[in-house]
């Protein structure tokens, strides 16, 4: 988020340590939730 960050990819499994984190990261960061590599690949790639 430093370095000017807005999105993550986080692991589906994951989800419940994202709740964890402070809120003002929150507000400011987009979580992209996934299940397996190909996924988050075409997720980060913006492929549907």
Do not use: W
């Amino acid at each position: 988020m430093e370095n000017g960050a807005r999105r993550a990819l986080i692991p589906i499994e994951n989800r419940r340590q994202f709740l964890e984190v402070s809120g003002d990261v929150a507000e400011k960061l987009d979580p992209i939730f996934y299940g397996d590599a190909h996924v988050a690949a075409n997720k980060a790639l913006g492929i549907t």
